[in-house]
């Protein structure tokens, strides 16, 4: 007699697990409260869908643990997962930097890609089916909707995470965890933008930039990235930042002092920085310090700069005294900006925290604490780097429990 699973959640992790499972004769079925599943699918890579990164190792997740996708991501290698795309009649763009695309370069081409598969695996896919109580008793589940209530041996919890809740996304995986005895990592949002304590963030809104960012907390340097920054009314936003944002948003859960050092001219060292400064002053004299630093550094930032070093943008280059050049060169390589919050669950893209991975199998992905339950993906305090890694935990925690589910 075929194994009777339940799915709760049809997203990456979901889908995939049901796939799997169902390929084995499980009998499944997938509870969604959207009225279609993969929403979040759609929404990835701005619409390209990032599936999955070739170099992806327990290096690139965060959490209590972050050893514990070790298993799981040698367990689907990239060659398998290329396989299991071709199972379901998909192919892969894949860059030299690792990052993989639907061929298509349209993250709906994986969503029908995943959903047809499913469906042609005989999974029962239930959607604005909202899963309001997971109970358990005499080795069996039940799963309870607003009007109806069904059986079944085992049951997998892959509902994601709080992040992007206009996607359909909740803290009902945290609950049903919690309720079945399972410990909760307090969450916090990954892969955001941050709000700034500054009196000029807002008046350089839209200004887009290549920087380092260096994240302090503490006073202590923990992370520095280069990428494109974007300040915007709120704080700032941009590649940059959603890559140190994990940390920052870490730190900010824990009440510790964080900060920013936003270096505009990266290429240059502070030497180099002065002698181009010097060759400025020589070539053209007469021109104001508003002039020659727009050469430089994006217009809009201009007399910020100045402000904070005290000198008028109208100045005349030839009037710096070298005291002056040293404090704008040290600043265009080092503007200090404090980080007061995120900005928030709704911009997030990931979350992190979760169920505690001490309480799940790292090769099974079942509950250590209640028989035949099993947890993937993004519910549990795993959170991956930017650049398809978040997909890659969900491909192969959800392909594990697939495959476990039905021995």
Not at 113 to 141: E, Y
Not at 239 to 268: T, V
Not at 338 to 347: A, L, S
Request: charged share 20%.
């Amino acid at each position: 007699m075929s194994q009777k699973i339940a799915i709760i959640g049809g997203g990456a992790a979901g889908l995939m697990a049901a796939i799997t499972a169902a390929r084995e004769n499980a009998d499944v079925t997938i509870y969604e409260h959207n009225q279609s599943v993969g929403k979040k699918i759609l929404a990835s890579g701005n619409g390209r869908c990032n599936i999955i990164n070739t170099t992806a190792t327990a290096d690139d997740y965060f959490g209590s643990n972050p050893d514990f996708t070790s298993y799981a991501l040698k367990q689907l290698t990239f060659e398998d997962f290329i396989s299991f795309c071709h199972s379901i009649g998909l192919l892969l763009d894949i860059k030299d930097d690792g990052r993989c695309y639907p061929l298509s370069n349209e993250a709906k081409a994986v969503l029908y890609a995943l959903s047809s598969a499913a469906k042609d695996a005989g999974v029962n896919i239930l959607t604005d089916k909202k899963v309001v109580m997971l109970s358990h008793a005499k080795g069996r589940f039940v799963v309870h909707t607003d009007n109806d209530k069904m059986q079944f041996d085992k049951v997998l919890i892959a509902t994601g995470s709080e992040a992007a809740p206009q996607l359909g996304s909740s803290d009902d995986g945290y609950r049903f965890a919690s309720a079945l005895g399972h410990t909760l990592i307090p969450t916090y949002p990954c892969l955001v933008q941050l709000h700034l304590n500054s009196k000029i963030h807002h008046k350089m809104a839209g200004v887009k930039t290549f920087a380092e960012v260096t994240l302090y907390v503490n006073n202590k340097e923990v992370e520095k990235v280069q990428g494109d920054i974007l300040f915007a009314s709120y704080g700032i936003s941009g590649l940059a930042i959603l890559d140190i944002s994990q940390k920052a948003s870490l730190a900010l859960l824990n009440h510790q002092n964080i900060m920013l050092s936003i270096n505009l001219l990266p290429r240059y060292n502070v030497q180099k920085l002065n002698d181009i400064f010097h060759q400025l002053i020589s070539a053209v004299p007469n021109h104001t310090l508003e002039t020659v630093l727009g050469g430089l550094v994006p217009a809009k930032t201009v007399n910020y700069l100045c402000e904070s070093v005290v000198i008028s943008p109208a100045k005349i280059v030839s009037l710096l005294t070298p005291k002056e050049i040293t404090k704008l060169t040290q600043l265009i390589q080092n503007w200090k900006f404090e980080v007061i919050d995120t900005h928030g669950f709704k911009h997030a893209e990931v979350s992190g925290g979760g169920v505690a991975t001490a309480d799940v199998n790292e090769q099974t992905m079942e509950s250590k604490l209640v028989k035949n339950l099993y947890f993937a993906g993004e519910v549990l305090d795993i959170v991956g780097r930017r650049g398809g890694y978040n997909f890659n935990f969900a491909w192969a925690s959800g392909m594990i429990a697939g495959k476990e589910m039905v021995k």
